[in-house]
């Protein structure tokens, strides 16, 4: 699966193209925010309530007079710091474990991995969040916690399976012969070997932490201060029934363009970096 | 005899230390490590005796093996304790919701499988025209929107004067027939549009490698009619894989879609229940919750386990 190839795949498949421009238009925005550019005024009131778009409130403002701009753009930023830390942390944390378990198959290694996933797996997620949040009282940390400790299953299994496949390869059997030792072998060549995973799980867990964040902002176990899409959308639930509708329009709208971005991009990806070479 | 029992046993044994798993996470989650009920349960200006006492009925000086064993013994027994904010009996209080909320989510589970299925089967069918790449870029789009805005978007759509107007806001008044599809289509439609994307796109992936496979094209080659390999051949072989997705769904679509649907529309199921846990801290109620639903997840895979190989005498 050469660099090469892959790219030239990707750049033949125009709906991954679209989803890549999307992805790095919204990287930009959140970019602009850590620079201090824009969406800095997020929480102040800096108008009446509910103003219709005009010049200084692009988007209007919600309930409470803030600009609906500057937060729904500012919470690029923070669906970006969740989807990063969260997708990063999850993805390594179950690469490192699925490759031990595979190259360890069938050993106590293994037994406890696979134990430990079924028992992560059958508690229903939100659930599983809840209970985290509730033994953490409302630290800021628990939502990441909770969707690290249950992404990383995937990544395990799929890793898993690669790595027991890869044991028993020629050149894997060489190096043992020349007396690497395992944590070498799989460091070097068997993690290598598992990027095409890694990465499309990657994009993944991120769309899967944007889209988790807001559901759980609303059931208020999610951002606890800052904003975010999830928590505009709790905004908007009373705003829509009062017919004022931009908060409700931003949030979501930004939301599902940055999750089509991903998804279509995490399909190009698996159809290009599929080393059985077809897509689907 | 042996033959058959022996992998049954192993999975039985399994099943049973994943019960021991999650049953464990959930007693360290909310009460070995949770927050301290004392103060939950007695006032601020309680006297040393009494704290003293509330502890020790809370078992917070017992150790850790008898604390564990005495909250799996309230999972077998359903002997749950009464809920901190209401007063109510944990037990009561299932008895109330759980049945609310399988009305609620059942019509929508299985429209959501049966669009999935159906739509699966055509687009496999027609894989690469455009009437396969319209279904994949819907279900793409669907896939991509929030459960939340969904619920926002179709309430406002149906019940509101800014939409249709057809159907309740939120609420839960159900005492026959019409007054269950009153309230009962909304949610319905909202967890039937959130579902089919993913459904559909898992059917999908199912029915293109089903089809690829020797003895349809054999059944092809004989002349069978394409609805015949369809149904007869494509549908039936894919029922092990079909059962174990939606019986695995299960606890996750109703208790999670429940958790989201009931706390937004305001209906009275195990789902707001959980939420109002969520929100008020309430121990008894989450405990208990989260630890049956663990269990009966566990059971669900055992159950599916023997199913599948009811079905497929290859599975041994």
């Known amino acids: ?280 | 005899m042996r033959e058959v029992m022996r992998p049954l046993a192993r999975k039985l044994f399994q099943a049973l230390l994943l019960v021991v798993g999650v049953t464990l996470i959930s007693f360290l989650l909310m009460v070995w490590f949770g927050p301290d009920q004392t103060y939950t349960l007695i006032g601020k200006n309680a006297t040393t005796e009494q704290i003293a006492e509330v502890r020790h009925q809370l078992g917070y000086d017992d150790p850790f093996l008898l604390r564990y064993g005495e909250y799996l013994l309230e999972l077998v027994t359903l002997d749950l304790g009464v809920s901190n904010a209401s007063g109510e009996s944990v037990r009561t209080l299932l008895a109330r919701t759980v049945p609310i909320s399988l009305v609620l989510m059942i019509p929508g589970f299985v429209l959501g499988n049966g669009v999935g299925i159906a739509l699966g089967l055509a687009s496999a069918h027609r894989r690469g025209r455009r009437s396969d790449r319209l279904i994949t870029a819907l279900s793409v789009t669907g896939m991509s929107i929030s459960f939340l805005v969904v619920l926002i978007a179709f309430q406002v759509l149906f019940s509101t004067p800014y939409g249709l107007d057809l159907f309740p806001v939120r609420g839960w008044r159900v005492s026959g027939w019409t007054s269950y599809l009153h309230y009962v289509t909304v949610p319905t439609l909202a967890l039937l549009f959130v579902t089919f994307g993913y459904n559909t796109r898992f059917y999908r992936a199912l029915f293109i490698e089903e089809i690829g496979r020797d003895h349809i094209r054999a059944a092809r080659a004989l002349g069978a009619s394409e609805s015949v390999i369809l149904w007869k051949h494509v549908l039936k072989n894919s029922m092990v894989p079909i059962i174990t997705r939606i019986m695995f769904s299960i606890p996750l679509v109703v208790i999670s879609g429940s958790l989201l649907i009931e706390s937004y529309f305001g209906i009275p199921g195990i789902g707001q229940a959980t939420f109002e846990a969520i929100t008020s801290g309430d121990q008894p109620v989450l405990k208990a919750v989260v630890g049956l639903t663990a269990v009966a997840f566990v059971a669900i895979q055992f159950l599916t386990e023997l199913l599948c190989r009811r079905l497929d005498p290859r599975l041994g």
């Open chain 1, 1 to 280: 699966m050469g660099t090469r190839r892959t790219w030239a795949h990707l750049k033949g498949d125009r709906a991954g193209l679209v989803g890549l421009l999307i992805v790095l238009f919204f990287l930009g925005v959140a970019a602009t925010v850590w620079l201090g550019w824009l969406g800095q005024g997020w929480s102040e009131a800096s108008g009446g309530r509910w103003l219709t778009p005009n010049a200084d409130h692009w988007f209007g403002t919600n309930l409470l007079g803030q600009d609906i701009f500057a937060r729904s753009v500012y919470s690029v930023r923070t669906a970006f710091e969740i989807g990063l830390v969260v997708a990063l942390v999850s993805t390594a944390l179950g690469a490192g474990i699925g490759a031990l378990a595979g190259w360890y198959a069938d050993s106590w290694i293994d037994g406890s991995v696979m134990w430990l996933k079924g028992v992560l797996d059958a508690i229903p997620f939100y659930l599983f969040v809840a209970a985290i949040a509730y033994a953490l009282q409302g630290q800021w940390w628990a939502m990441h916690l909770a969707m690290i400790a249950t992404f990383w299953t995937t990544t395990a299994r799929l890793v898993r399976a690669e790595a027991m496949k890869l044991r028993s390869h020629d050149y894997v059997r060489a190096a043992q012969a020349m007396g690497l030792t395992d944590m070498r072998i799989i460091w070097r060549h068997v993690l290598p070997n598992t990027v095409h995973i890694l990465l499309v799980q990657a994009t993944i867990a991120f769309v899967a932490a944007i889209k988790t964040e807001v559901i759980l902002s609303f059931l208020g176990i999610g951002v606890q201060d800052g904003v975010s899409w999830g928590l505009m959308l709790a905004e908007s639930t009373q705003e829509v029934l009062a017919g004022h509708f931009a908060n409700f329009i931003a949030a979501s709208a930004m939301l599902f363009l940055l999750v089509l971005g991903f998804n279509l991009l995490s399909d190009a990806m698996q159809d290009a970096l599929d080393p059985r070479g077809g897509g689907a």
